[in-house]
Nanobody, 120 residues
Framework: QVQLVESGGGLVQAGGSLRLSCAAS????????MGWYRQAPGKQRELVAV???????NYADSMKGRFTISRDNAKNTVYLQMNSLKPEDTAVYFC??????????????WGQGTQVTVAS
């Protein structure tokens, strides 16, 4: 069984920074796409950033230039460095990963989320 555990959320003032971490553990053949999503109260869950195991990254437009996604493949861990945080960034942030158990068996996993609150 695979688990994703997020950490690093908290309360910060507008303009501050946080670094989120998400570690995958369990029976893993390979970790493919990893990413971050967020969901604010009353809103749909939205993509924040994604990263492939090969280093390609993609960001939602509102996060470009402020957030940076990175990976440590040896640790099966993905990070999200968040700078210049705004009150509208307040949300529960969820880790997501596509994990293969063999060459053609890939499943999607979700973490339980970590709360990020940006005070104004």
């Amino acid at each position: 069984q695979v688990q994703l555990v997020e950490s690093g959320g908290g309360l910060v003032q507008a303009g501050g920074s946080l670094r989120l971490s998400c570690a995958a553990s369990g029976s893993i053949f390979s970790v493919n796409r990893m990413g971050w999503y967020r969901q604010a109260p009353g809103k749909q869950r939205e993509l924040v950033a994604v990263a492939t195991s090969g280093g390609n990254t993609n960001y939602a437009d509102s996060m470009k230039g402020r957030f940076t996604i990175s990976r440590d493949n040896a640790k099966n861990t993905v990070y999200l460095q968040m700078n210049s945080l705004k009150p509208e960034d307040t949300a529960v942030y969820f880790c997501n990963a596509y994990i293969s158990h063999n060459s053609d068996d890939t499943r999607i996993y979700w973490g339980q989320g970590t709360q990020v609150t940006v005070a104004s």
